[in-house]
């Protein structure tokens, strides 16, 4: 039976194999034994038998490992949780319902009213509302900092309240690549922790944790799964941050009352994740369904072969829009002299790009608009990292609650066109863009 990744007291870890990262997408997380399916089994249940309750007491006391309800843990959710896991280098993940869910489900694992968090404002349109509006209701508030950030600036921004330092690896949609190092250095030097959203990059692209991160968060819903077929999120525990006596985390290392006395620090290296999922799942309730894990769970099989794809194809298109007349700017991380172009070769695994391109057409609005509308193949979809090529603009769409003000801290202008770049042949895609940019007066 396949466990959920939780240090039950005295029990060690389960180590991940060492095996490459390509092959990591494909057989890690789970591994059948003599005569089981060679396939992750779908366990569509709820619910979990066990032949006497002093074994279910166990479970809930967390000295006995094994599933007491989906909402907490479920066999082929923990085999998708461990893949990614793996794949990031942590000590634990927690799946969940949406991306935003695992941000909200993350965040609350740590913060209380009266706590901050101190965020660059180049995050994706969803995260900036969750920050700057939800969360503030209930005493959360966020600092945001422009993505120009120095260092200075950066330690400035966080005060004794802060207990998150959060950014995107590529953020979404201005492309803006986070200088991990640097950030990582200043949530050290303040003792705060550091929450990466992975979702642009994936970790075939980059590892946050290998510079610094303490928890990485991904929107499932975009490349892990790859075909657009399911909304999920998952939250990985590096285990590289010290709760214990730390007066910033009391929630890690004093009693839990809730959860009869536990004290998560007792479950170090996987504190945070540990209480992520006893404490706040189980009162939350925002879990990844075991059938949304079975059909993520493959298309994280072939992540490695679709990033590559993606990265190159991205390459392609980028290179033609650099050079179209009817194109201002573009931006993407491969072309050599775009301005993340540095940050890219530091942080990214080599050869591997983002398939993101997000470029202007020359003029505004309706410009914008006259370009989208003459697609045919590139369709105009409220996504981004799948298989197939899409476009949105996210001006008057995804980021059409912010204000003028917060569009510009965003790096979002009117005529800006986020391009997701799919895993068809890119000639397709390219002559595509070349016939609705021919269409733009
Ligand atoms: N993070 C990033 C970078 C995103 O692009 C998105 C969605 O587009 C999210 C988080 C939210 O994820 P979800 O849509 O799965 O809630």
Redesign the pocket.
């Known amino acids: 039976m396949i466990l959920p990744r939780l240090f039950y007291k005295d029990q060690f870890i389960r180590r991940i194999k060492i095996m490459d990262i390509q092959s990591k997408c494909v057989q890690a997380g789970y591994e059948p034994k003599n005569g089981e399916p060679r396939v992750l089994p779908l366990y569509q249940s709820t619910t979990y038998v066990y032949d006497t309750p002093e074994q279910l007491a166990n479970l809930f006391d967390l000295s006995e490992a094994g599933h007491i309800y989906t909402r907490i843990s479920n066999p082929t959710v923990c085999a998708f949780e461990d893949k990614i896991n793996a794949l990031e280098g942590g000590v634990g993940a927690l799946a969940c319902s949406?991306?935003?869910?695992?941000?909200t489900l993350a965040i609350l694992n740590v913060c209380n009213a009266g706590d901050n968090i101190v965020s660059l404002s180049t995050?994706?349109g969803?995260?900036f509302n969750l920050f700057n509006v939800t969360l503030r209701k209930y005493g959360i508030n966020t600092t945001f900092v422009p993505s120009s950030a120095t260092r200075e600036d950066l330690l400035a921004a966080i005060d004794d309240n802060t207990k998150i330092l959060f950014c995107?690896t590529v953020?979404?949609p201005s492309m803006h690549i986070v200088d991990l190092e640097m950030i990582s250095s200043v949530a050290k030097e303040k003792g705060v922790l550091l929450f990466v959203?992975n979702?642009?990059a994936t970790p075939l692209v980059c590892k946050p944790i290998e510079f610094g991160a303490n928890i990485v968060?991904?929107?499932?819903?975009?490349y892990i799964d790859g075909h657009a077929c399911c909304?999920?999120?998952i939250i990985v525990d590096a285990g590289n941050f010290d709760f214990k006596g730390n007066p910033r985390y009391k929630e890690l290392n004093v009693p839990d009352e809730s959860y009869h006395g536990l004290v998560y620090t007792d479950c170090a290296p996987a504190s945070f994740i540990t209480k992520a999922r006893v404490q706040m799942m189980r009162d939350l309730g925002c879990c990844m369904s075991p059938f949304n894990a079975y059909l993520t769970n493959m298309g994280a099989e072939t992540l490695h072969l679709r990033m590559a794809k993606h990265g190159e194809n991205a390459m392609a298109c980028a290179r033609m829009l650099a050079n179209h007349p009817k194109v201002e700017w573009v931006k993407f991380n491969g072309l050599d002299g775009d301005e993340n172009y540095n940050k890219a070769r530091k942080y990214f695994r080599e050869g591997y790009n983002s398939g993101m391109v997000v470029f202007g057409v020359k003029g505004g609005l309706e410009e914008a608009n006259a370009f989208m509308n003459a697609l045919e193949f590139a369709k105009i979809v409220t996504?981004?990292?799948d298989a197939r090529t899409s476009v949105i603009h996210p001006a008057t769409t995804?980021h059409r609650q912010l204000s003028p003000e917060q569009l510009v801290a965003c790096g979002i202008s009117d005529n800006l066109i986020r391009l997701s770049v799919g895993i068809e042949c890119s000639a397709d895609i390219i002559r595509d863009l070349e016939q609705a940019l021919d269409k733009v007066n």
């Open positions: 949406s991306g935003l869910a695992a941000e995050v994706y969803g995260t995107e953020a979404n959203d979702t642009l968060i991904h929107s499932t819903s975009k909304v999920g999120g996504h981004i990292a995804t």
